[in-house]
């Protein structure tokens, strides 16, 4: 493995930390502290995370289907990728939902009722 190789994986490890550290400052010193948000300004950087990462699904979703069912030829070499790249994402904005709404049993209340 090069140099470059392990730079990069220390800094996928360095954010993944950071992230951990944060998702558990959220559950310790509670969400409108950390978040900033106050009744005037509700949303906080999870529910526009959420929004990016569900509209960078909805376009990873339309160039898979380009690529299998609508038969542009140049799309079908990165088709398996796009489809983990929306699975991915899907995921990861479920995550940052979980965390906007700050207890993660009312996750499919939230769904349901909306």
Sequence with gaps: MGNLFKV???LLALGVLLGLYTTFQIF???HGELANTTQLLPWGLQ???YI???LTS???SFVSYLGTLGGVEKI???VPRAILLSLLTVVAGFASLSLEIG???R???EFAVN
Aim: charged content about 10%; glycine content about 12%.
């Design 103 to 105: 207890r993660l049993e």
């Design 8 to 10: 990069w994986i220390g």
């Design 107 to 109: 996750l499919p209340i």
């Design 52 to 54: 990016f990462l569900a």
């Design 28 to 30: 310790t010193i509670g």
């Design 58 to 60: 909805t376009g990873c």
């Design 47 to 49: 529910v526009s995370a």
């Design 76 to 78: 079908k070499a990165i």
